[in-house]
């Protein structure tokens, strides 16, 4: 399968350009929702790691994942991975298992403010058992995956996030809220 890729078109961060912000998580945390606000809030960029793939590619993930599986989709993650992270002022939201590489991880932590996302199994499956276009969902018992998923990826997100916040049940106007000030600050310690 191939994909349009154009490293060119991304520009490096500047040593003097505004620290990006990547937001780790599961899926149906609200990276994606909660990026978008996030990044009005803060005048920035905002770009999800998994549309950026598919816009590439032409097709969505859960079809990568079906001519290629996972291990195709990881590769071709983390290539595009690198080149977001380079990017100053941007805030990224990542695909679920973009930690699941120590390569991404290293990325994300040396790259950037890196907030992790937290909720818990129930709340999690709650907005994503209608979506049809999770492919690690595609089992007998979803809820189960993601409770094994969150086992397995939650140190992960842990060991590389600098804030971390519970998204819980909570509006998303309250989740930004609680969060600007968290961001703000971690940024803002990197520039003094």
Do not use: W
């Amino acid at each position: 399968m191939e994909c349009a890729t154009d490293p060119t078109r991304i520009p490096p961060a500047g040593p003097d350009g505004a620290r990006p912000i990547f937001l780790v998580g599961m899926m149906g945390v609200g990276k994606t929702t909660l990026g978008r606000q996030l990044a009005a809030a803060l005048g920035r960029e905002f770009v999800d790691l998994d549309h950026a793939i598919e816009a590439r590619c032409g097709v969505r993930i859960a079809t990568i994942f079906d001519i290629e599986g996972e291990e195709g989709f990881r590769r071709r993650e983390t290539a595009t991975l690198d080149e977001y992270t380079r990017r100053s002022g941007l805030v990224l939201a990542t695909g679920g298992g973009a930690v699941l590489a120590e390569a991404n991880r290293r990325m994300l932590s040396e790259r950037g403010c890196v907030v992790y996302l937290r909720a818990g199994a129930d709340e999690l499956y709650r907005r994503v058992s209608r979506d049809r276009n999770r492919p690690l969902l595609r089992t007998a018992d979803p809820r189960q995956r993601i409770v094994d998923l969150l086992a397995r990826r939650e140190p992960l997100y842990e060991s590389v996030a600098e804030v971390t916040l519970d998204t819980g049940d909570l509006p998303i106007s309250q989740v930004l809220r609680n969060l600007l000030p968290l961001v703000q600050a971690a940024v803002q310690a990197h520039t003094t």
